[in-house]
């Protein structure tokens, strides 16, 4: 069994900065991609970021300049440094991962999910 755990979510104040991060666990193999989708009340769950092997990362629009994935993969863990946020960064953050398992071909994994809250 392939799970993602995710932590560092909370409140903060509007130009503040968070730093989440995701560890897989279980019997993989590889891991070839992990990425951060969020997901707002009534909203579509969208891309945050994404990072490959040979780190090349990919960013939403909306949080480019702002925001910062990374990857440890002695760790098999993916972090995300969340700067400058804003109100409309509010919302349920969850780590996804393409793994490759000993006994199972790949797919992708999801995490439960951290909730994000940028309040004043």
């Known amino acids: 069994q392939v799970r993602l755990l995710e932590s560092g979510g909370g409140l903060v104040q509007p130009g503040g900065s968070l730093r989440l991060s995701c560890a897989a666990s279980g019997s993989i193999l590889s891991i070839n991609a992990m990425g951060w989708y969020r997901q707002a009340p009534g909203k579509q769950r969208e891309l945050v970021a994404g990072?490959?092997?040979?780190?090349?990362?990919n960013y939403a629009d909306s949080v480019k300049g702002r925001f910062t994935i990374s990857r440890d993969n002695a760790k098999n863990t993916v972090y995300l440094q969340m700067n400058s946020l804003k109100p409309e960064d509010t919302a349920v953050y969850y780590c996804n991962a393409l793994v490759k398992a000993w006994t199972a071909p790949s797919r992708e994994y999801w995490g439960r999910g951290t909730q994000v809250t940028v309040s004043s």
């Open positions: 990072i490959i092997s040979g780190d090349s990362a």
